[in-house]
């Protein structure tokens, strides 16, 4: 199975009504570790990339990372770029293959993203590449880009408009989802997901699905969540496991750089079946 587009792997998602997870990775060990977690579990998958990943890594060697851990995979798969505000780092990853990106213009007035947003899927559509977009920056800083507090909310006129006017292919809306760990069980507005769905048709993605329960999950999915984003667990699994093992290796006084890695590799791998289990995606390669 090749490398698809986002919009093969989420308008299938909407249609049989299951979540597909879209995690951002940090570096290689977490990129070979999702897919190969994707393919245990025969699941389609998104893996997302932060402008800062991007940047810490580069863009040639990150693609170059993607292209050969991919080219004999047989799930699919697809390659975003997360919450990006900044439209040199967008065309950077379209000209060297990236398969969609999200721009990040919710800080702009509504006005002035649509207008940007406009000419990012006209870039990204001379790629065969596709877009995500918001107009509400959503709760929480991750990777150095996002707001404190949430931004007021929009109309459902205002996001209609946006979503039919730019033609992006998939929406990101505040429903009361914030990025990073949630204090509590956050309280959602999950009719607000199905009046865009009724009013627009177009499948949604739902940021800040780290902390969320099986139940919101469910309940989100069933109404047109195909993209789910996870980046907060995957970086406290990464975390938490290299810690563990690493004070273990004190008190043995054994120090195996590539026993850390497998275990850390295996952290990641249970997170991403697991995931895959949660959203309904587990056994819906095709």
Known sequence: MPVVSLKEIVDRAFTEKYGVPAINIVNDLTLEAVLAGAVQARSPLIVQTSVKTVKAIGVDVLFSMWEAMTRDIDVPVTLHLDHCPERQVIS?????????????????????????????????????????????????????????????????????????????????????????????TPDLDFQRVTDLIKATGTPIALHGGSGMTDDQFADLISRGCAKVNISTALKIEFMKSSLAFLKGAEQRDKWDPPSLFADVRQHVVDLTTGLAATFGSAGKAW
């Open 92 to 184: 950077d990853c379209l000209q060297r293959g990236w398969n969609s990106v999200l721009f990040d213009a919710s800080t702009m007035p509504v006005e002035e993203n649509k207008r940007q947003t406009i000419e990012v899927v006209a870039e990204a559509r001379g790629y065969g590449a596709h877009v995500e977009g918001e107009i509400e920056a959503i709760q929480g800083v991750e990777d150095g880009i996002g707001v404190e507090t949430a931004t007021r909310r929009q109309s459902l006129d205002v996001a209609v408009d946006f979503i039919t006017s730019t033609g992006v292919d998939v929406f990101a809306p505040s429903i009361g989802n914030a990025h990073g760990v949630y204090s509590a």
